[in-house]
């Protein structure tokens, strides 16, 4: 684990908006079949807009910081834009991340585009 930066053991060992947020409009999960680590997103969305976010990550270090980090990257911005988050924002968020762990910002970025997808076609029915 020596070669995670500062910012991953930081997100690691103090995860933020950790759990479940009690009035959230909307969700998204996603896994990674290979390590079987898997992320469940939550959020609330007001006009278009991220208000908050929270996360429930079970997997490795880098993917429980990427859950962490992720919900902190969402906080405030338009769902549009959750839609298009690369993997590389998380990843570079995270001060970056050895070739093998960097499933963990693929896996942050597929539970914000489910997140998106949801709500939307929740939204329109």
């Known amino acids: 684990m020596n070669s995670f930066s500062a910012a991953v053991f930081d997100h690691y060992r103090h995860?933020?908006?950790a759990g479940q947020i009690d009035d959230a409009n909307a969700s998204g999960q996603a896994e990674n079949q290979a390590c079987g680590d898997a992320?469940?997103?939550f959020a609330r969305v007001e006009d278009g807009r991220i208000v908050r976010a929270s996360c429930k990550t079970f997997g490795c270090a880098?993917?429980?910081a990427a859950?962490?980090?992720l919900t902190?990257?969402?906080a405030d911005s338009l769902l549009v834009d959750a839609a298009q988050l690369k993997p590389a924002a998380i990843e570079e968020a995270?001060?970056?991340l050895p070739p093998m762990k960097?499933?963990?910002a693929q896996l942050a970025a597929d539970a914000a585009r489910a997140?998106?997808?949801n709500y939307q076609a929740n939204t329109a029915s």
Request: no cysteine; aromatic share 0%; glycine share 12%.
């Open 72 to 74: 902190e990257l969402l």
């Open 102 to 104: 960097r499933h963990a």
């Open 39 to 41: 992320m469940q997103l």
């Open 15 to 17: 995860p933020r908006n």
């Open 67 to 69: 859950g962490s980090v």
């Open 115 to 117: 997140l998106v997808k």
């Open 62 to 64: 880098p993917s429980v």
């Open 94 to 96: 995270l001060g970056g």
